[in-house]
């Protein structure tokens, strides 16, 4: 990690492309796990929404991701890019679920149809 006010100093000498990510958690040890999750829909009409990413290991152990605070827009065949973080890591994926929510009490419920997904972590890439 980096200092917060000496971040720009020790990462923009690098003549390579460098991403910073300045998300933390509150619980010790305040790292957060980052992935992008990659995503196309299949459905016809656009839908607008929230999506929350639960992973699960081959002994059941579980983590959920935090929502995030800006809503995602889905069309059809198109890709949609999300960066999602996890308080803690899961290193053997068993089972990836989906919840995609509007965050309205009123009007009909949408269901999201994926079409094609991936979930990749940032913190190791090889995963």
Not at 8 to 15: Q, T
Not at 102 to 115: A, C, D
Request: charge should be positive; aromatic fraction near 14%; include cysteine.
């Amino acid at each position: 990690g980096y200092q917060a006010d000496r971040w720009k100093n020790l990462l923009i000498p690098y003549s390579s492309p460098t991403k910073a990510y300045f998300d933390t958690s509150d619980q010790d040890p305040f790292c957060m796990y980052n992935y992008l999750l990659d995503i196309t829909t299949w459905n016809k009409r656009t839908r607008r929404g929230f999506i929350k990413v639960k992973i699960i290991d081959y002994a059941g152990n579980t983590v959920e991701s935090q929502m995030n605070s800006e809503a995602s827009t889905f069309e059809q065949y198109k890709r949609v890019k999300i960066l999602t973080g996890f308080y803690q890591d899961i290193e053997k994926i068993a089972k990836i679920s989906l919840t995609f929510s509007t965050k309205t009490s009123i009007g009909p419920k949408h269901k999201l149809r994926i079409l094609q997904m991936k979930l990749k972590s940032l913190n190791y890439p090889k995963r």
